[in-house]
């Protein structure tokens, strides 16, 4: 517990202060997140949760432990903090999501919150027969270094558009007019021929993978898909 506390307060120490605020304020709703003798809601399949950008697991730990909480398998992406290396996090993942397909025999549903969205667009791209489901939570999905403010915080400039090869499985992207990491433009997907669906929510970006309200709306799309 002492660890993540002090893994918070790096992360807290990286962002702009609306977004400590937006941090703070989802933290102090996870103790209603889960509701005593609630229904379980997931199908048992395999939920794989990708952190953002310079966090790791820790980061995702709520949100991993209320998918489980529904009846999901959930696994983090194993990979020590995310240092922004798109392809190589993408060649690994793609292997492990391959795995736990074999393993199962059904294909895996994906989350990824910020850059981790990126990586998890990515995986569904290459390989679509693994991948389920898509959720990306303020994942600057374009080119960021278009929308991001001079110098403004979040996750390195690398990705960009790609028109080479659609995602074929469902994607929804969360995104949010008050984040201030990821700019929301940078959150929309411009290609028609991917199956996205866009959810606006009323969060920071340090919010989307701890705020209850969230969290529950993950569960609602992962049951739906």
Request: without cysteine.
């Amino acid at each position: 517990m002492a660890n993540r506390i002090t893994q918070l307060r790096t992360m807290a120490a990286m962002l702009p202060a609306a977004e400590v605020a937006g941090l703070a304020r989802g933290v102090a709703t996870l103790p209603t997140v889960v509701l005593p003798g609630g229904p379980q809601k997931g199908d048992g399949g395999v939920v794989r949760v990708l952190p953002g950008y310079m966090t790791g697991d820790w980061s995702t730990v709520a949100l991993r432990a209320y998918l489980r909480s529904l009846g999901y398998q959930v696994s983090g992406w194993d990979l020590k903090t995310n240092r922004g290396d798109v392809p190589s996090y993408t060649a690994i993942m793609r292997q492990k999501v391959a795995t736990d397909a074999d393993r199962t025999g059904r294909p895996v549903r994906l989350v990824g919150w910020s850059l981790g969205g990126v990586v998890a667009r990515e995986v569904a791209r290459q390989a679509p027969a693994d991948v389920q489901q898509v959720v990306t939570l303020g994942s600057p999905v374009v080119g960021y270094g278009q929308y991001r403010p001079a110098g403004g915080p979040g996750p390195a400039p690398t990705t960009q558009v790609r028109t080479d090869q659609p995602i074929h499985p469902r994607i929804t992207a969360l995104y949010s007019k008050s984040d201030e990491v990821v700019p929301w433009r940078a959150a929309l997907d411009p290609d028609a021929r991917n199956q996205t669906e866009h959810i606006e929510v009323a969060a920071k970006h340090a919010e989307l993978g701890v705020s209850a309200p969230i969290l529950r709306m993950v569960g609602e799309i992962l049951a739906t898909g």
